[in-house]
């Protein structure tokens, strides 16, 4: 083969006299395997360009920051396009304050703005693109009186319900509640839904516009073998006026009558955690707006939020990557971030919360042992242990200690001595890994 195309595993792909590594929207998370054998696509990338003396040419409209900084600072070269394919005008952007709509009367989850918009749209017989970027119909059950939320019994996150399945289901074990539970099972209060996915979007949409036909991508629609291709081919013949869906609809999509786009729910996202979360926020954004107007007709889209004076909210929807790439680098250099360090999370998981738990603080113990005796000369400020952002998945308990750090061959080195040691027989029961830099 003269040319692979694939995705982040086509980089092993065992290929002599590379002269070429393109990685196309770079900025993606998925580029990283975060389970074993961990790697980074980025890197191997770069390890077989030099091995080979190959041009690399990372692409992206909103490349990641620490890319962008590598560019700006000389490691690598910038080449910049500075008008859109077809020389077509980027489209127009409204932010719409959920908290206004709210006060004036407006209970939905659609603003009487996009509502507006979407009408125009189906009179004009152009189509629609809204994204939200939580599957099912209600994200939560939460009880009217002790207020506890109702979570998976596997895994520390809140059950979804779906209704066209009718039960909870959780999105990362599978585990389901059928029927839905209507009392507490802490106090036996009763148990309010709330959220708003996108099955509950579709159903909106279709009261609102009856005569719209609304097509649903998500997790739950696109499950059967070749359900996204041919749903997207539906949409590209005029099938449907209005598609809903998940990250799935932000990215790479090209429909020449798509003249509206909708973004949903982008709160979540924007407060998550993470030093990330402004950066992902921004490219998400950014790439769905992009899919509007995309042909001769202007595009035009609406962002719903209840910050709406957020600067990145602001940024993205003026499609300012340098102005925001210059807010976001001061930010990552006042509280030391990457690109400033690298960052290493040691991770320990168990079936055993008390077993987890002695491992990772031993894992703290270790770290610091070696960092005021063998390896005094690697610089480290070492934190934790804590719990994982998501404590317990399929009764899995998991811990972390993360690391700030230069990596460095010496870093790498007292790594390995940590996995090591902590696979032998005495923590059997535990699982420990090393991430350097992960998403």
Avoid at 171 to 181: E, I, L, R, T, V
Avoid at 314 to 342: G, M, S, V, W
Avoid at 345 to 372: L, P, R, Y
Wanted: contains cysteine; glycine residues 6%; charged residues 25%.
């Amino acid at each position: 083969a003269d040319i692979v195309v694939g995705t982040r595993s086509a980089i092993f792909s065992p290929l002599e006299n590379i002269g070429l590594i393109i990685v196309d929207e770079e900025q993606e998370h998925t580029y990283r395997s975060e389970s074993a054998p961990r790697y980074s696509a980025h890197e191997v990338a770069r390890q077989r360009a030099a091995e080979n003396g190959a041009l690399l040419l990372l692409a992206s409209a909103t490349p990641s920051t620490e890319s962008f900084y590598a560019a700006r600072n000389g490691r690598t070269q910038l080449v910049r396009l500075t008008q859109r394919y077809g020389g077509n005008p980027l489209p127009t952007v409204q932010i719409v304050d959920m908290r206004a709509e709210l006060a004036s009367g407006n209970p939905r989850e659609i603003s009487l703005a996009l509502e507006d918009a979407i009408r125009r749209n189906l009179e004009a017989k152009k189509q629609t693109i809204l994204l939200l970027n939580r599957r099912g119909y209600q994200t939560m059950a939460q009880c009217e009186d002790c207020r506890e939320v109702l979570k998976c019994p596997k895994c520390s996150v809140p059950m979804v319900y779906h209704k066209s399945a009718h039960k909870l289901l959780c999105h990362y074990c599978g585990s389901q509640m059928d029927p839905p539970p209507t009392v507490c099972p802490t106090c036996g209060g009763k148990l309010q839904y709330r959220g708003f996915g996108t099955q509950k979007a579709e159903e909106e949409l279709a009261k609102l516009f009856p005569d719209a036909r609304v097509l649903r991508m998500d997790q739950d629609s696109t499950a059967a073998k070749d359900a996204h291709e041919k749903l997207l081919a539906r949409f590209a013949n005029h099938e449907y006026d209005i598609m809903v869906g998940t990250q799935m609809v932000a990215k790479g999509l090209d429909f020449e009558d798509v003249t509206l786009v909708g973004v949903l729910g982008i709160d979540s996202l924007l407060f998550a955690q993470g030093f990330r979360a402004y950066e992902n926020v921004f490219s998400l954004i950014t790439q769905v707006v992009g899919r509007s107007g995309r042909a001769k007709d202007p595009g035009f889209a609406i962002i719903q939020t209840t910050d709406p004076d957020n600067p990145v909210l602001n940024l993205a929807a003026a499609q300012d990557y340098r102005a925001f790439y210059a807010r976001d680098i001061k930010l990552r250099e006042a509280f030391t971030f990457p690109p400033f360090c690298d960052i290493a999370v040691i991770s320990a998981a168990s079936a055993s919360e008390a077993a987890c738990m002695k491992c990772a603080t031993d894992i703290f113990t270790f770290m610091k042992d070696k960092m005021s005796g063998d390896y005094r000369d690697v610089p480290v400020i070492s934190f934790g242990p804590f719990e994982a952002p998501l404590y317990k998945i399929e009764d899995c308990y998991r811990m972390r200690v993360v690391l700030k750090c230069r990596r460095s061959k010496r870093l790498l080195a007292m790594l390995g001595e940590l996995l090591r040691h902590f696979t032998t027989k005495d923590y059997k029961a535990v699982s420990v890994g090393v991430d350097v830099n992960p998403t």
